[in-house]
């Protein structure tokens, strides 16, 4: 007589993979400006969108963008949020926190990162933010540089300024 056993349903595998990136022209001038404190973007030369971060070329209409980069504000508005209960080892903040996309002010495209000083119960569409770098050594080329971002104080952005970006 066999044995009747468990099926299998979990089966943990650590993968590792190293691999060296090579980021181009457009990455490279922009996480050298992030090195130094400043976000860019770039213009669309079609219809004046600013695509952030800055990129070689406009994926909307295949375009080389082209020209001077556009330097963008620190602060923006949260367009959509989601509460994040599980632990993450790159990130730094206190369970439950909110996942956002920001939309700097002066930018047409949104930004993934996180919302630190504010409760979960308190996070919303509209509400305004502002960058939390990390201390000035600690920088590197990185999205890294901005720890969080938190309310700002403002008023909340009305959502016709935010809506098409969602
Ligand atoms: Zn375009």
New binding site residues.
């Given amino acids: 007589m066999s044995e009747e056993k468990e099926p299998v349903e979990v089966l943990r595998t650590p993968v590792e993979l190293d691999y060296t990136y090579s980021a181009g022209v457009s990455a490279s001038r922009f996480l050298r400006a992030v090195e130094q404190g400043k976000l860019l973007g770039q213009r ?1 030369p ?2 004046g ?1 600013v695509y952030f971060p800055s990129r070689g070329s ?1 994926p ?2 295949g ?1 080389p963008i082209e020209g001077e980069p556009v330097e963008l504000s620190d602060r923006g508005t949260i367009v959509t949020f989601s509460v994040n209960r599980v632990p993450s080892e790159n990130i730094d903040l206190e369970l439950p926190y909110a996942a956002i996309q920001v939309l700097l002010d002066g930018a047409d495209t949104t930004l993934f990162h996180v919302l630190g000083e504010c409760s979960i119960d308190d996070v919303r569409m509209g509400m305004r933010v502002e960058a939390v770098w990390r201390p000035r050594d600690e920088w590197t080329i990185s999205m890294q540089n901005i720890r969080y971002f938190k309310p700002s104080g403002e008023p909340d952005a009305p959502f016709e300024s935010y809506q098409e970006h969602i």
């Fill in positions: 669309c079609v219809d969108r406009c909307q209409h375009v």
